[in-house]
């Protein structure tokens, strides 16, 4: 059964959504293996976001993730990376489909950055890498 790492962003914790998501991954019938509530830091950062190193987004999106505490999860399930990827919806909040996390309850502010209040690894690989990141206690 596959593992997939969540993150509720900044954004969902300081406007209270962090049972709403968790409530989410829940009802579709995923279990939580690892929860912890906390601020990144930049050399965590760099690293989970290394693919967009250099990308104009990359600078307020590391600024973003570090304005406050995120839920960073461990979702456990059959084709949970998948699966959870389709619970959030579009990256951004604006096109994301109602009845997905950030369709329902995220939108554009004109910001930097799209602060769409979830993040999930994008593939088995992303997920591995994510868990030792995020939970190098128990990534194996
Ligand atoms: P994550 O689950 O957060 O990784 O979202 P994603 O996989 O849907 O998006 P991606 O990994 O491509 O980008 C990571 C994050 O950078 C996004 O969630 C956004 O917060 C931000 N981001 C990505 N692309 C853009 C963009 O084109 N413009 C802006 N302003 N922000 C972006
Ligand atoms: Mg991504």
């Known amino acids: 059964t596959q593992r997939t790492l969540v993150l509720v962003k900044p954004d969902g914790v300081r406007r209270g959504l962090t049972g709403e998501v968790i409530r989410r991954i829940e009802a579709k019938?995923?279990?939580?293996?690892?929860?912890?509530?906390?601020?990144?830091?930049?050399?965590?950062?760099?690293?989970?976001?290394?693919?967009?190193?250099g990308k104009p987004f990359y600078e307020p999106l590391v600024e973003f993730m570090l304005s406050g505490p995120v839920a960073a999860m461990v979702v456990e399930g059959e084709r949970c990376?998948?699966?959870?990827?389709?619970l959030a919806g579009a990256t951004d909040p604006t096109a994301a489909a109602p009845g997905t996390i950030r369709g329902d309850l995220a939108r554009d502010w004109g910001l930097k950055v799209q602060q769409n209040l979830v993040h999930g690894s994008d593939s088995?690989?992303?997920?591995?890498?994510?868990?030792?990141?995020?939970?190098?206690?128990?990534?194996?």
């Open 29 to 53: 019938g995923y279990t939580l293996a690892a929860l912890e509530l906390r601020t990144a830091t930049r050399e965590l950062l760099a690293a989970h976001y290394a693919e967009h190193e």
């Open 81 to 86: 990376i998948e699966g959870f990827r389709a």
């Open 124 to 140: 088995p690989e992303s997920a591995e890498r994510e868990i030792k990141i995020w939970f190098s206690e128990i990534a194996g």
